[in-house]
């Protein structure tokens, strides 16, 4: 399956969710092909981190289109970073998806750029009727329970058409963040956080056959 993980505006938090995804594939035996389709490198330069940790299990990533396009249909997990600074290689994604996870910030700036993301996946894909399966969820959401936005994010995401929402959150956490500048994902590093539980809970949910 072809997972693509994207959105139109940067700072989604996509390539951290695309790493701690494919660790947790690895661990649980699947075999995962990582591809990194945005100039940014940021899943690339995880990967190189965690390389040169010799941390266990290893991971490659590759940036090639044409491989990317040969693993169609195949049994292997494939999860794609995407990114809008290469619309030609994220377009291309777009149409070999199986279905597209969407991380999406809770302010309506978010939404709003959600909502044209979806327009781009339906006019690529042929149609509301050929589109891949998109998945959303709030993604950085404000731990405070006094911040209203991320709750009105969440209703304004459960709105828009041709996109599932998760029922879960991942929230804005400094576990992500260390973990990832480390190599690890936010399970290895740190099992019992409260980051952990929330990608755990995500990975179970997005691969319900191998939790």
Do not use: C
């Amino acid at each position: 399956m072809i997972t693509v993980i994207g959105n139109l505006k940067g700072g989604t938090g996509k390539s951290t969710v695309a790493f701690n995804l494919a660790v947790w594939l690895k661990l649980h035996g699947d075999e995962v092909r990582l591809f990194d389709l945005d100039p940014q490198k940021t899943l690339t330069d995880v990967i190189d981190i965690r390389e040169e940790e010799g941390y266990e299990p290893e991971l490659g990533v590759s940036d090639d289109l044409k491989v990317l396009k040969a693993l169609k249909g195949s049994d292997d997990e494939v999860i794609v970073d995407v990114g809008t600074s290469d619309f030609k290689s994220m377009k291309a994604a777009l149409k070999l998806a199986d279905r597209i996870i969407t991380p999406v910030p809770p302010s309506q700036a978010d939404i709003w750029s959600t909502q044209r993301f979806i327009k781009i996946i339906r006019e690529e894909t042929g149609g509301a009727d050929k589109m891949p399966k998109v998945l959303g969820f709030i993604n950085r959401a404000d731990t405070h329970r006094g911040v209203r936005e991320t709750d009105e994010a969440e209703e304004a995401l459960s709105y828009l058409k041709h996109i599932e929402r998760l029922e879960l959150r991942l929230y804005q956490r400094t576990a992500y963040r260390r973990s990832f500048s480390e190599g690890l994902a936010v399970f290895e590093m740190q099992p019992a956080s409260k980051a952990s539980k929330e990608v755990l809970a995500l990975a179970a949910m997005l691969y319900p056959e191998l939790a």
